[in-house]
């Protein structure tokens, strides 16, 4: 499965803003012609998980390796994506606290 990515896959190119791991798992299902239920039913948990993943939930081990054995998406990509956007949210919040 292709999983590469490009830079617009991990960015949002307005602002460079790192996109989080369920913006791309969504994007990717929408890619592949999946709906959250099917997504929910090849990884083996709830649409709710899968949904609550997409909405800005944590990346857990336990999901980044079912993603992993149900579409083929690197484990290691998932976790780099998720760590990227908690980085720039961690500078954003630096630069709320310099200004208050």
Request: include cysteine.
């Amino acid at each position: 499965m292709d999983t590469e990515l490009s830079l617009s896959e991990v960015t949002d190119l307005t602002g460079l803003v790192p996109r989080s791991a369920g913006v791309f798992l969504s994007d990717y299902l929408k890619r592949k012609g999946l709906s959250q239920n099917q997504a929910a039913k090849s990884v083996g948990c709830s649409a709710s998980t899968i949904n609550r993943l997409i909405k800005g939930g944590k990346l857990t081990v336990s999901m980044a390796a079912r993603l992993n054995q149900a579409f083929g998406l690197s484990v290691q990509m998932l976790f780099t994506i998720d760590a990227a956007t908690k980085a720039y949210q961690a500078e954003k919040r630096v630069e709320q606290l310099k200004i208050n």
